[in-house]
């Protein structure tokens, strides 16, 4: 076996063992993006001197017998909306081409004080708006499994990178699905933690309400390794829950004997399921049962409304959020000679904001906006009560539930319109919308593509959820299987 195809956990093994440098492994991982990276192009900026010197201190250390963590020496890919002190982190959107932000999102922190070298910022939708990784400025992510489709979005980058084998790890985030979706159609595992168990500071805000960031992996355990890394509460974003951080990797094994999972019924008999994907799943609940869980449907009445929600909700925010790009405090600003200052503006945002991000910070404004404010974002936040209640009333019942992560496997590039873009989100959203958390693990192939179930937990139930998929992933052997390339 190579390098690269170890997992995170075996490599952690070999490191902590002396078998391997951590300068060993970062020179395979490049070796290994050096031999597919053309073809895949999962990476907007690659940081390989400083991933060497990062691995050549943890040698030193170990070397020295100094403590270090179970992760010190693998490495990880970084989504390119994650603050890196000196390097570019750009949204993938002009606006931010030659943003390098003078300090570090919290996770990015941790991941150092894990000693995890930072291989490379991925690609991913301007702004993480979209389901293809298709709306970013500078370049198309492919699919490993089949290069003329898709990876999914908006964290496309990252989920190819890991599925590709470019790198065991990777960062993320979900806002409605970015980290699960293309992880189903890159067949890999991705992980929503709930709301406010990973600290959002240093994360580029798309929707605060609804962003979430989180882990990719090839194996469950891998994808417990990193959330362990980066989970926990943090003094500078005041949503992170001040909540014990419990071992993840220690309950892994305990098995899913006795547990009830609700199997959704609007998202696994409704429309828009694709048949391979719906079939997939419902031998994945089978799977489940046969390891000792009960399930039965249950209806979530009114989760037909998150998508109508998600796209009030979603662009009120960004419209907000993204504000702050206005030319004058930081990112680009236009170079044509401009009238007024309001004239800066909007020569501005004009030449550094794709279509899509115009969109939606347009039906944003127009949301919030007097007159119309009650009418759709008043509603659209009673509406997600409404939602979250059904969550919760499910909880009442249930430890977890189930149900396919996109309605379809990966798609040809151009092959759906918008509306069919962002359905690919149905399953997802409403997860967002309740804040509760939800794990994308593989399940099985249609026609060759990879079919992704989702596993979805009552808030802060992360280390259920992870022990659920990880009794799934040991019962199957999707997750040994590899693209060709
Ligand atoms: N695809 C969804 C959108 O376009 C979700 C994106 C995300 O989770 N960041 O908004």
Same mark, same amino acid.
């Given at each position: 076996? !190579?390098?690269?195809?170890?997992?995170?956990? $075996?490599?952690?093994?070999?490191?902590?063992?002396?078998?391997?440098?951590?300068?060993?492994?970062?020179?395979?991982?490049?070796?290994?993006?050096?031999?597919?990276? &053309?073809?895949?192009?999962?990476?907007?900026?690659?940081?390989?001197?400083?991933?060497?010197?990062?691995?050549?201190?943890?040698?030193?250390?170990?070397?020295?017998?100094?403590?270090?963590?179970?992760?010190?020496?693998?490495?990880?890919?970084?989504?390119?909306?994650?603050?890196?002190?000196?390097?570019?982190?750009?949204?993938?959107?002009?606006?931010?081409?030659?943003?390098?932000?003078?300090?570090?999102?919290?996770?990015?922190?941790?991941?150092? %004080?894990?000693?995890?070298?930072?291989?490379?910022?991925?690609?991913? =939708?301007?702004?993480?708006?979209?389901?293809?990784?298709?709306?970013?400025?500078? %370049?198309?992510?492919?699919?490993?499994?089949?290069?003329?489709?898709?990876?999914?979005?908006?964290?496309?980058?990252?989920?190819?990178?890991?599925?590709?084998?470019?790198?065991?790890?990777?960062?993320?985030?979900?806002?409605?699905?970015?980290?699960?979706?293309?992880?189903?159609?890159?067949?890999?595992?991705?992980?929503?933690?709930?709301?406010?168990?990973?600290?959002?500071?240093?994360?580029?805000?798309?929707?605060?309400?609804?962003?979430?960031?989180?882990?990719?992996?090839?194996?469950?355990?891998?994808?417990?390794?990193?959330?362990?890394?980066?989970?926990?509460? &943090?003094?500078? =974003?005041?949503?992170?829950?001040?909540?014990?951080?419990?071992?993840?990797?220690?309950?892994?094994?305990?098995?899913?004997?006795?547990?009830?999972?609700?199997?959704?019924?609007?998202?696994?008999? @409704?429309?828009?399921?694709?048949?391979?994907?719906?079939?997939?799943?419902?031998?994945?609940?089978?799977?489940?049962?046969?390891?000792?869980?009960?399930?039965?449907?249950?209806?979530?009445?009114?989760?037909?409304?998150?998508?109508?929600?998600?796209?009030?909700?979603?662009?009120?925010?960004?419209?907000?959020?993204?504000?702050?790009?206005?030319?004058?405090?930081?990112?680009?600003?236009?170079?044509?000679?401009?009238?007024?200052?309001?004239?800066?503006?909007?020569?501005?945002?004009?030449?550094?904001?794709?279509?899509?991000?115009?969109?939606?910070?347009?039906?944003?404004?127009?949301?919030?906006?007097?007159?119309?404010? =009650?009418?759709?974002?008043?509603?659209?936040?009673?509406?997600?009560?409404?939602?979250?209640? &059904?969550?919760?009333?499910?909880? $009442?019942?249930?430890?977890?539930?189930?149900?396919?992560?996109?309605?379809?496997?990966?798609?040809?590039?151009?092959?759906?319109?918008?509306?069919?873009?962002?359905?690919? =989100?149905?399953?997802?959203?409403?997860?967002?919308?309740?804040?509760?958390? @939800?794990?994308?693990?593989?399940?099985?192939?249609? &026609?060759?593509?990879?079919?992704?179930? !989702?596993?979805?937990?009552?808030?802060?139930?992360?280390?259920?959820?992870?022990?659920?998929?990880?009794?799934?992933?040991?019962?199957?052997?999707?997750?040994?299987?590899?693209?060709?390339?």
């Amino acid at each position: 076996m !190579q390098l690269h195809e170890l997992t995170a956990y $075996e490599l952690s093994k070999k490191l902590a063992a002396g078998e391997i440098s951590a300068r060993e492994v970062v020179a395979g991982y490049y070796e290994r993006i050096q031999a597919v990276e &053309d073809r895949v192009q999962a990476f907007v900026c690659q940081t390989r001197e400083l991933a060497e010197k990062k691995a050549a201190e943890i040698d030193e250390k170990r070397a020295a017998g100094e403590p270090l963590g179970p992760l010190a020496g693998v490495p990880i890919a970084v989504k390119d909306l994650l603050c890196t002190k000196g390097l570019p982190t750009t949204c993938c959107s002009k606006i931010l081409e030659d943003f390098r932000p003078p300090y570090d999102a919290t996770v990015i922190e941790r991941c150092h %004080q894990a000693h995890m070298p930072i291989v490379g910022k991925t690609n991913m =939708d301007e702004f993480a708006m979209g389901s293809s990784t298709e709306n970013s400025a500078f %370049q198309v992510t492919r699919n490993p499994w089949d290069l003329e489709t898709v990876p999914g979005g908006s964290s496309g980058g990252s989920a190819a990178a890991v599925a590709a084998c470019e790198a065991p790890l990777a960062l993320g985030s979900d806002t409605g699905g970015s980290i699960r979706q293309p992880a189903a159609l890159c067949g890999i595992v991705g992980m929503k933690p709930t709301y406010g168990r990973v600290s959002r500071y240093g994360l580029i805000a798309y929707a605060s309400s609804l962003d979430q960031i989180g882990p990719f992996a090839r194996t469950v355990t891998d994808c417990a390794l990193l959330l362990q890394v980066i989970a926990g509460h &943090d003094p500078r =974003d005041a949503t992170s829950a001040d909540l014990p951080v419990p071992d993840y990797v220690a309950t892994l094994d305990a098995g899913i004997e006795g547990l009830k999972i609700g199997v959704i019924r609007e998202l696994v008999y @409704g429309q828009g399921i694709h048949p391979g994907v719906k079939a997939r799943v419902l031998e994945a609940i089978d799977t489940l049962q046969n390891l000792g869980a009960e399930c039965e449907e249950v209806s979530l009445p009114n989760i037909d409304y998150s998508m109508p929600v998600y796209y009030i909700i979603a662009p009120a925010e960004c419209s907000s959020n993204l504000a702050r790009f206005d030319g004058v405090r930081y990112g680009h600003r236009t170079n044509r000679s401009v009238s007024d200052i309001y004239d800066l503006f909007a020569k501005t945002r004009g030449e550094g904001f794709g279509e899509e991000v115009r969109l939606r910070i347009m039906l944003g404004t127009y949301a919030l906006s007097t007159g119309y404010y =009650d009418a759709y974002y008043l509603k659209a936040l009673k509406v997600r009560t409404l939602i979250k209640k &059904d969550f919760d009333t499910a909880w $009442e019942k249930y430890d977890l539930l189930v149900c396919p992560t996109s309605p379809t496997t990966a798609w040809k590039f151009g092959e759906f319109d918008q509306l069919a873009l962002k359905l690919a =989100d149905i399953c997802t959203i409403p997860v967002n919308i309740a804040g509760v958390a @939800g794990l994308s693990v593989p399940c099985g192939f249609d &026609d060759g593509k990879p079919v992704g179930l !989702q596993l979805i937990g009552k808030p802060f139930s992360e280390d259920l959820l992870l022990r659920a998929a990880y009794a799934y992933e040991q019962a199957t052997d999707w997750h040994k299987q590899r693209p060709a390339l």
